[in-house]
T-cell receptor
Framework: DGGITQSPKYLFRKEGQNVTLSCEQN?????MYWYRQDPGQGLRLIYY???????QKGDIAEGYSVSREKKESFPLTVTSAQKNPTAFYLC??????????FGQGTRLTVV | QKEVEQNSGPLSVPEGAIASLNCTYS??????FFWYRQYSGKSPELIMS????GDKEDGRFTAQLNKASQYVSLLIRDSQPSDSATYLC???????????FGQGTELSVKP
């Protein structure tokens, strides 16, 4: 089954804690993306990667970090520097400049 | 001007009518445009992609791209209550592979 898998579906973070969201794809796509969505809002780009071992900041990268050590994987770490991390996080992948497909998303809540 | 801009709505149409969703974009965005549908609480689902000027039809959906006027539209014919969702427009930056989304238009189809 080809697709994009995000885990976990729900995640709870304590104040001051770092958490890592997983994103794996088996579509052989070169590009991968992380977006944040707040209630009633569109998607804001956090980080994107067009190729293994390379990634670029999006519009709201502060307080987040990523790695792209394998083509299939693009994990996102929400650090303690992100002061308002409660949101719906979406990972996507695409061929270069092509159609992007999304995972099911991770809902992160600060407790 | 935002790179990709949509009227947030809500747009309300009766069942069976044509729903027209519009999106404008800046000079920094000019390649590979996409329309996504997002149901409440779910991840976005790709509906249409359009890469060149003109119309592209797929079933009840028609995407229109006008590069001279810098707008992309989505027409939904014979609208159904199941079409009620938020519709997101997206496009790639001219360089660098950055995929940017508009804020989305909420569509409500009334039986």
């Amino acid at each position: 089954d080809g697709g994009i898998t995000q885990s976990p579906k729900y995640l709870f973070r304590k104040e001051g804690q770092n958490v890592t969201l997983s994103c794996e794809q088996n579509l052989n796509h070169d590009a991968m993306y992380w977006y944040r969505q707040d209630p009633g809002q569109g998607l804001r780009l956090i980080y994107y990667s067009q190729i293994v071992n390379d990634f670029q900041k999006g519009d709201i990268a502060e307080g987040y970090s990523v790695s792209r050590e394998k083509k299939e994987s693009f994990p996102l770490t929400v650090t303690s520097a992100q002061k308002n991390p409660t949101a719906f996080y979406l990972c996507a992948s695409s061929p270069t400049l092509g159609e992007a497909f999304f995972g099911q998303g991770t809902r992160l809540t600060v407790v | 001007q935002k790179e990709v801009e949509q009227n947030s709505g809500p747009l309300s149409v009766p069942e069976g009518a044509i729903a027209s969703l519009n999106c404008t974009y800046s000079d920094r965005v000019s390649q590979s445009f996409f329309w996504y549908r997002q149901y409440s609480g779910k991840s976005p689902e790709l509906i249409m992609s359009i890469y060149s000027n003109g119309d592209k039809e797929d079933g009840r959906f028609t995407a229109q791209l006008n590069k001279a006027s810098q707008y992309v539209s989505l027409l939904i014919r014979d609208s159904q209550p199941s079409d009620s969702a938020t519709y997101l427009c997206a496009g790639f930056y001219n360089q660098g592979g950055k995929l940017i989304f508009g804020q989305g238009t909420e569509l409500s189809v009334k039986p």
